[in-house]
């Protein structure tokens, strides 16, 4: 345990709900990247296709809530069994 606003870096060192935020925000940016990756592929013909358009975004978007549902359970589970 440390001071309140002490900073941690790596994602081991973070509790439940520290770990949930940067899912969270981390996810967020994942699919920002991934959304705009499929609005420019029709730019780069190889890159136009079915698999690209549809299907990598719609299973980035399931894993990304997945992990987000799972961590905010363990986030939860963590803060039960502390009271």
């Given at each position: 345990m440390g001071l309140k606003g002490d900073i941690k870096i790596w994602y081991r060192?973070?509790?439940?709900k520290g770990k949930f935020i940067r899912s969270l925000w981390g996810g967020a940016l994942a699919l920002l990247f991934l959304y705009l990756v499929v609005w420019f592929a029709?730019?780069?013909p190889s890159f136009d296709n079915g698999?690209?358009?549809?299907w990598i975004p719609l299973v980035g978007t399931m894993l990304i809530v997945i992990d987000l549902a799972f961590t905010y359970t363990k986030w939860k589970r963590e803060e039960k069994s502390k009271k």
């Amino acid at each position: 345990m440390g001071l309140k606003g002490d900073i941690k870096i790596w994602y081991r060192n973070l509790d439940a709900k520290g770990k949930f935020i940067r899912s969270l925000w981390g996810g967020a940016l994942a699919l920002l990247f991934l959304y705009l990756v499929v609005w420019f592929a029709p730019l780069r013909p190889s890159f136009d296709n079915g698999l690209i358009k549809m299907w990598i975004p719609l299973v980035g978007t399931m894993l990304i809530v997945i992990d987000l549902a799972f961590t905010y359970t363990k986030w939860k589970r963590e803060e039960k069994s502390k009271k």
